[in-house]
RNA sequence: CGGGAUGUAGCGCAGCUUGGUAGCGCACUUCGUUCGGGACGAAGGGGCCGCAGGUUCGAAUCCUGUCAUCCCGACCA
């Protein structure tokens, strides 16, 4: 390819709306351009790129025994009822666009094809026979984020390679995605990047077993532990550590583990606590006061304890609160803080209201009264739900679900806290808190949840003596073993070999090609511009003529462009009547691997080789270089030496 | 959705406080000189100043509304 017919358009300042290097370099060498939040054009070098990562994907994929395939992006909506995904799939925060079609009939953008795949398979499999199986795609998704950012770090459009695995039993499941995890490891390589392998909460899609693949880089979104020896890694979502010990409390407990008065006027936190008295952080238990929101209507108030000097995890807490209630109340929407917004609101739909103002926050303990939740005596009722004398058309719409409040909290208790044997708490009267105090002497029994978000510092669970250090990363790539979740909710059944029907056991597995194209480059970049992997790099090497007047300097750079060409290279000739230092600025830009420049020396059959990862030059007769090229570029396709880590 | 910021030429920005001819740098076109790290000179082209109302003789500038984009939180490949 000739840069004079690339369309190539480099800008040299930053765009002011990109914030992150990676971001601001692909926009500045012309690899995409923004058509509206989240949603990108991938120009001409882009689509080379994530061409070739694609490429390594299939190769793995392939490998493995997947079967590529090209699933429907519009997607029924009775579908994703069916799998009990639609509601909270485009309801509220609900991350799939939706539309109707000239009938009304209601269709989905495809955000990912568990649904899909999961119909096709209960069409398809119907034999232990036909097991096991995985299918794959490479194709855009459509999710509308809640924030889009970063480019094509966070898209609401963007290209993903999905596979869903199909199996008879659990161990064939776990065997699969055994041989996904290798070849992730193997796919991340083969693109040239580093690239970690964490433990992973399974999130919204469900399932048991999880891992996470992150490119690890300053700009990443998520924060990753790992232990110095490389034997423990996770996303801090899901990461579990030993906690620091607690400091006892002088006293032990007092007044049989009711504890004592303890008069503290305005001090409402664990600093100002800690500040006044001389406590440590870890002789208190502090309370938080949550509402978790359900699909069915149920908003059920939370009462978390949690040791002091530990901070409460939200996707543990939510995992818990979705395992105990999820089953009867449909999705968990979220949990909030329970703020004077929300108070109104559950005023509203409570029957009975909240008096905000009877709590004394800042000053609960874990033994706080169920009563406070029907205590106020407000007497202002709201009805909710008024039925209104709806149209024709209100009266077609799906009537929204009830709402109504629990006048019970669910308690869930912090082991950090639990085990305490004597703490400082709130006495839920304003300006007072209670020492030694007791779980017994309160009068309860704490359920026990693992709550606490592990921290770098940490001491580590496999071996105490290696503490947790944090990185930030990249998610590119997840798998899970989803079990029979979406199975069992859409009958897919297959008939095993006792001839019993029995529902499938799925994995499914996701890379985000696109994600991936961006992280390379917020991996690998410098002050001049991009540093591509030369595996996915768009060209490997760019052959640029110091001067386009000088007709030796052009013929030898021509003459070299063909020979690396039918080499089987993927060369550019920069053939623009462009001045020198102009073409070798673009060329760090747009960051090829490899530039052999022809300039003075072409007369002599001298170039030069200039290497853009570490920016070594050399001086070499027309041969040499070509030689080189030659040797260093097939074997550079494949990667890194060493790319997962753990 | 809550909080913060910004919309002026393809890109980066000034002008707005104090209303009166729409500007600068880069990019683009033509000519000349230059030619190994984003050259120089000359001459050009390109603007519903995000949009809609309002105030005013007059609005990029003041007021109201609205839309869009970016950043910080919940979502995820």
């Known amino acids: 390819m000739r840069v004079s017919c690339l369309m190539l358009v480099t800008l040299r300042d930053d765009p002011a709306d990109a914030e992150i290097p990676s971001h601001k370099l692909l926009l500045r060498a012309g690899y995409i351009r923004r058509l509206g939040s989240g949603i990108y054009a991938y120009l001409p070098l882009l689509w080379r790129v994530l061409q070739k990562i694609s490429t390594i994907v299939r190769q793995e994929m392939d490998a493995t025994g997947a079967l590529e395939t090209l699933l429907p992006q519009l997607q029924p909506a009775d579908l994703w009822q069916r799998s009990g995904r639609w509601a909270g799939y485009t309801a509220g925060e609900g991350i799939m666009f939706h539309l109707e079609d000239r009938q009304g009939r209601e269709l989905g953008l495809g955000p990912t094809h568990e649904e899909v795949i999961t119909a096709l398979a209960a069409d398809l499999l119907r034999s232990y026979r036909q097991l096991p199986v995985n299918l794959y795609q490479i194709q855009t998704k459509f999710r509308d984020e809640i924030r889009p950012r970063f480019g094509l770090m966070r898209g609401r459009e963007f290209i993903m390679k999905d596979a869903y695995s199909f199996h008879a039993n659990e161990a064939s499941l776990r065997q699969t995605y055994a041989a996904m995890d290798g070849a992730y490891r193997r796919i991340f390589r083969s693109c040239g990047l580093k690239a970690l392998a964490v433990e ?47 400091v006892e409390l002088p006293g032990g407990l007092r007044a049989g583990g009711a504890g004592e008065l303890l008069a503290t006027p305005g001090q409402t936190t664990i600093e100002q606590l800690v500040g006044a008295h001389g406590f440590e952080a870890s002789q208190l238990v502090k309370v938080l006061l949550l509402v978790a929101r359900f699909e069915a209507g149920l908003r059920q108030p939370l009462l978390i304890s949690l040791r002091g000097d530990q901070q409460l995890n939200e996707v543990k807490l939510a995992n818990a609160v979705s395992a105990k209630l999820a089953g009867e109340h449909g999705v968990l929407l979220g949990i909030d803080p329970l703020s004077p917004e929300l108070v109104a609101e559950l005023n509203r739909i409570g029957g009975r209201a909240i008096d905000l103002s009877a709590l004394p926050l800042g000053y609960l303990g874990p033994d706080l009264e169920d009563g406070v939740l029907t205590a106020a005596r407000s007497s202002l009722v709201i009805e909710g739900r008024e039925s209104r004398a709806g149209s024709a058309g209100a009266a077609a719409m799906p009537q929204p679900p009830r709402l109504h409040l629990s006048k019970t909290f669910l308690r869930l208790t912090d082991p950090t806290a639990a085990d305490l044997p004597a703490f400082v708490c709130g006495a839920n009267q304003v300006d007072q808190h209670r020492i030694g105090a007791g779980w017994a002497g309160l009068g309860l029994r704490p359920e026990v949840v693992d709550l606490r978000a592990a921290q770098p510092g940490d001491r580590c669970l496999h ?158 007769a027309v041969e040499a270089a070509l030689d080189a090229l030659l040797d260093v570029i097939p074997a550079g396709r494949s990667g890194l030496e060493s790319g997962v880590e753990a």
């Open 200 to 246: 992973a909460d399974s999130g919204a899609i469900g399932g048991s077993a999880s891992q996470e693949f992150m490119v690890t880089a300053d700009a990443g979104e998520d924060l990753i532990l790992t232990s110095a020896d490389g034997r423990y890694a996770a996303n801090q979502e899901r990461a579990v550590s030993l906690p620091p010990e607690p």
């Open 463 to 620: 071996d105490p003596s290696q503490t947790l250090a944090a990185a930030r990363g990249i998610e590119v790539g997840h798998i899970f073993q989803l079990g029979r979740k979406y199975s069992d909710a859409m009958e897919a059944r297959f008939t095993s070999e006792t001839g019993a029907e029995e529902s499938l056991w799925m994995g499914c597995y996701g890379i985000g090609v696109s994600r991936l194209a961006q992280a390379a480059v917020e991996q690998n970049h410098d002050a001049n511009g991009i540093r591509w992997p030369l595996a996915i790099a768009p060209f490997e090497v760019i052959v640029v003529s110091a001067s386009a007047q000088d007709p030796v300097q052009v013929s030898l750079a021509e003459e070299i462009y063909d020979r690396l060409r039918s080499a089987g290279v993927d060369a550019l000739l920069d053939d623009r009547n462009e001045r020198a230092g102009v073409k070798f600025k673009d060329a760090d830009l747009i960051g090829i691997p490899w530039r052999v420049v022809v300039g003075r020396g072409a007369s002599d059959g001298q170039v030069e080789l200039v290497c853009r990862d570490d920016g070594q030059r050399r001086d070499l």
